[in-house]
């Protein structure tokens, strides 16, 4: 069962596990199971995905529940009208706060403009030899992106060298690597936590959060020792 987080006649919204799809993809023939069909056969209605998380991205998923709902939240989305909420775990000490300021490219080639506003929450350092160092130091991060660019915060992270456990192809293979031998991580440590908005009928403020995975606290006991 999906853990929902939120839901009325119009919205429902669910804390989605780590390595599942939102919905059916040419990309990933191996699924089986999806999010969009999932939910649809748990509260026995049609619904629409009013945006995305990667497949190894867990947490806060927003769907409609009729297609002229989906058009709004849609927009919203597409205005940066909805408030978004990431935690991340990354490879070094991260400073305290920093702006992201890095455009990022389309598969047309055509630069955007890409904004993440990224804070320090927790810093670890650990007797993890992987390379020339005898221990190794990871950060908790929160982060704030303002633009919704795909693969935004995974690629912004990798520019200023802090990359994203188990992110395969933004990463750092080293410590993917060591992730998956040593501890049987195969995820891709980043959580949507929150989303902020104004509902898109009676302007009511929302604020729907979801607790980090099992995955992602498991690995965080791990480095807290």
Known sequence: MLEILYQDEYIAAINKPHGL?????????????????LLRDQIGKNVWP?????RKTSGVLLFALDAETNKL?????RENQIQKRYLALVRGFFPDELAIDYPLRKENGNLQEAFTKVKLIEKFEVAFQIGEH?????SLVEALPETGRMHQI???????????IGDRPHGC????????????METMLLHAAELN??????????S??????????????LLRG
């Open 154 to 164: 995974r690629k912004h992270l990798a520019h200023v060298m802090h990359p994203i």
């Open 173 to 184: 293979n080293k410590q993917n690597r060591y992730f998956k031998s040593e501890f049987q």
């Open 197 to 206: 908005f104004k509902h898109p009928y009676n302007q009511k403020e929302l």
């Open 134 to 138: 005898l221990t190794s130091r990871y």
């Open 50 to 54: 009013a945006h995305r998380l990667d």
């Open 73 to 77: 939240l849609m927009t919203l989305f």
């Open 208 to 221: 729907i959060k979801a607790q980090i995975q099992p995955e992602f606290e498991r690995t965080l006991n």
């Open 21 to 37: 799809l939102v919905h059916q993809s040419s990309i990933a023939r191996d699924a089986e199971e999806f999010a969009l069909q």
